[in-house]
């Protein structure tokens, strides 16, 4: 089992802003270090740190364009040799671009494949050697309850969010021996910067296909990573638990 008493390293990918930002926090409440790679320091940096200081926590920013493959290498490398050990990945780094897959550009479908799929196989498989020599670590892989259940005019982040499922889940068979957990969170609809510019009158649309009728909020799905980040989700692995509100049950 892993040992919270002492202070664990964390990365997050997709750490500037939004879900990502609720997830550093999170984590940072709940006992880590963390490092976190986007292509800004964005908000999180300058509203996080007084609240890691006070914590007796750090909080770095590593610059990474997650569809650059050197860059990501690049920058996992300086965290590797900042933080020594790694006790936590949370692949939370995405992009959409929607459209008719009948319209759909090359560009459009390898942009979102690239960040939202191979950049999570690059640093699962780079932290996942580090994590195997450990004998330790959890890993949470963010995909989307539109990985479950489609969406017309996302065929590219569906694919990539289903892809991630199946990764996960052999990913997971494979580090097990190794004591190492894999799990996925499915985030439904959630208030964010990308969906605040939705009108009222879609959102209460969108709100109709929620059994619980409403929209999630980005420390809703913090708290998830959290726990399967922790010990107390020292028995599950190779899960996906959908933060979704009933929407694909």
């Known amino acids: 089992m892993e040992n ?3 202070t664990r390293h964390a990365v997050v990918t997709g750490g500037s802003r939004g879900i990502g930002m609720a ?3 999170a984590l940072l409440k709940d006992g880590c270090d963390v490092w976190y790679l986007s292509r800004s320091e964005g908000e999180t940096l300058a509203a996080l740190t007084p609240l890691a200081q006070s914590l007796g926590k750090s909080l770095f920013w590593v610059a990474c364009d997650m569809a650059d493959r050197q860059g990501v290498e690049t920058a996992l490398d300086t965290v ?6 790694i006790d936590v990945l949370v692949n939370n780094a995405g992009i959409t671009r929607d459209g008719l897959l009948m319209r759909m550009k090359d560009q459009a479908w390898d ?3 690239a960040v939202n ?3 999570a196989f690059l640093t699962c498989r780079k932290i996942g050697r580090l994590m195997a020599g450990q004998r330790s670590g959890s890993i949470i892989n963010t995909s989307s ?3 479950i259940m489609g969406n017309g005019g996302q065929t590219n982040y569906a694919a990539s969010k289903a892809g991630l499922i199946g990764f996960s889940k052999s990913l997971a068979r494979e580090l097990s021996l190794r004591n190492i957990r894999v799990n996925v969170v499915a985030p439904g609809f959630i208030e964010t910067a990308m969906t605040e510019v939705l009108s ?4 209460d649309t969108l709100k109709t296909q929620i059994p619980l009728g409403r929209i999630g909020s980005a420390g809703e799905i913090a708290e998830a990573v959290a726990f399967l980040a922790s010990d107390r989700a020292s028995y599950i692995t190779g899960q996906v638990l959908a933060v979704d509100g009933g929407m694909a049950m």
Do not use: C, H, M, R
């Not at 590797?80 to 050990?85: D, F, L, N």
């Not at 009222?200 to 959102?203: I, R, S």
């Open 4 to 6: 919270e008493s002492k």
């Open 111 to 113: 942009d979102v494949i």
């Open 23 to 25: 997830i550093v926090e």
């Open 145 to 147: 309850v539109v990985g």
């Open 80 to 85: 590797i040799k900042e933080a020594v050990t």
């Open 117 to 119: 799929l191979t950049a």
């Open 200 to 203: 009222d009158n879609l959102k």
